[in-house]
């Protein structure tokens, strides 16, 4: 926006670079009859001129055809519907050819764009395309013209729509957003379970003193409490289990050895 711009019919707007869109921009944020969302936002208002100037047309008719719908710029149907009229890509304008009734209504959008012989075509469904939008119940067929025309410029001129969204299409992405994100929480990863029977059995086959026994009960008590203080208690009939086999090898040990002896616990669990 260096060089001057002319907006919309001859004569109708000349803005003079960068400094002149910021300062008109500074005059429709202080308009009260600008939309409220572009009022006392000037940085606002500027997005709305450039895309004006884009698309040759008054901003502060673009300006009445917004909205702001997820924190995004969006643009009426009917504006956007223009803009590819205006835009200078068609020969001639778009057509809508409407099929069938109720559910099965549809439109075939058609436009020639220059310099080519064969009509480019889109089909929009109303059972597709229509929202809550109570627009959708009064006259369906206006708005199907208007998502048709969305349709067909986003597929055969995107240059026309670059950044350019109507308020249906950012409906459109947050229930698609909504129904594609995984909410399931991701399963949390439980170490397997610890085979204590087999490892006290194991401790206790290589304790060849009365002695060395008891260490192995102690320590086997360390481990049920550990477990208890971690939320993670041992169940009691496991622990009976072991205390009965570390009962069988201390009396099997006392009437083998009179001496005592001592042998080094390893690999016990922390």
Same mark, same amino acid.
């Given at each position: 926006?260096?060089?001057? +711009?002319?907006?919309?019919?001859?004569? #109708?707007?000349?803005?003079?670079?960068?400094?002149?869109?910021?300062?008109?921009?500074?005059?429709? +944020?202080?308009?009260?009859?600008?939309?409220?969302?572009?009022?006392? #936002?000037?940085?606002?208002?500027?997005?709305? @001129?450039?895309?004006?100037?884009?698309?040759?047309?008054?901003?502060?008719?673009?300006?009445? +055809?917004?909205?702001?719908?997820?924190?995004?710029?969006?643009?009426?149907?009917?504006?956007?519907?223009? !803009?590819?009229?205006?835009?200078?890509?068609?020969?001639?304008?778009?057509?809508?050819?409407?099929?069938?009734?109720?559910?099965?209504? &549809?439109?075939?959008?058609?436009?020639?764009?220059?310099?080519?012989?064969?009509?480019?075509?889109?089909?929009?469904?109303?059972?597709?395309?229509?929202?809550?939008?109570?627009?959708?119940?009064?006259?369906? /067929?206006?708005?199907?013209?208007?998502?048709?025309?969305?349709?067909?410029? =986003?597929?055969?001129? *995107?240059?026309?729509?670059?950044?350019?969204?109507?308020?249906?299409?950012?409906?459109? &992405?947050?229930? $698609? =957003?909504?129904?594609?994100?995984?909410?399931?929480?991701?399963?949390?990863?439980?170490?397997?379970?610890? /085979?204590?029977?087999?490892? @006290? #059995?194991?401790?206790? +086959?290589?304790?060849?003193?009365?002695?060395?026994?008891?260490?192995?009960?102690?320590?086997?008590?360390?481990?049920?409490?550990?477990?208890?203080? !971690?939320?993670?208690?041992?169940?009691?009939?496991?622990?009976?289990? @072991?205390?009965?086999?570390?009962? &069988?090898?201390? /009396?099997?040990?006392?009437?083998?050895?009179? $001496?005592?002896? $001592?042998?080094?616990?390893?690999? !016990? *669990? &922390?």
């Amino acid at each position: 926006m260096n060089e001057v +711009a002319t907006i919309g019919a001859p004569g #109708s707007f000349v803005i003079e670079g960068m400094q002149g869109a910021m300062k008109l921009a500074q005059a429709m +944020a202080s308009a009260r009859m600008v939309p409220q969302h572009l009022q006392s #936002s000037p940085g606002d208002c500027l997005m709305v @001129i450039e895309q004006a100037m884009r698309w040759q047309m008054s901003p502060f008719a673009v300006a009445q +055809a917004t909205a702001v719908v997820k924190g995004k710029m969006c643009f009426e149907g009917k504006l956007v519907a223009a !803009a590819i009229q205006t835009s200078g890509v068609l020969e001639g304008r778009l057509n809508y050819e409407f099929t069938g009734e109720d559910d099965k209504r &549809a439109v075939i959008c058609a436009g020639l764009i220059r310099g080519e012989k064969k009509a480019r075509t889109v089909e929009v469904k109303l059972s597709e395309a229509r929202t809550e939008n109570q627009w959708w119940k009064k006259t369906p /067929d206006q708005m199907l013209t208007y998502h048709a025309a969305r349709v067909w410029a =986003r597929r055969h001129t *995107p240059e026309v729509m670059l950044g350019v969204y109507a308020p249906e299409e950012m409906a459109d &992405a947050q229930e $698609e =957003r909504c129904e594609t994100v995984d909410i399931t929480p991701e399963p949390q990863r439980v170490p397997p379970p610890q /085979d204590y029977a087999k490892t @006290i #059995s194991g401790w206790l +086959a290589r304790a060849t003193q009365p002695e060395q026994a008891v260490k192995v009960r102690a320590k086997w008590t360390e481990i049920v409490a550990s477990a208890e203080e !971690a939320g993670a208690p041992i169940p009691e009939d496991l622990q009976n289990h @072991i205390a009965g086999m570390i009962t &069988a090898r201390l /009396d099997a040990l006392a009437e083998l050895h009179a $001496e005592t002896g $001592e042998v080094e616990l390893e690999h !016990a *669990p &922390a």
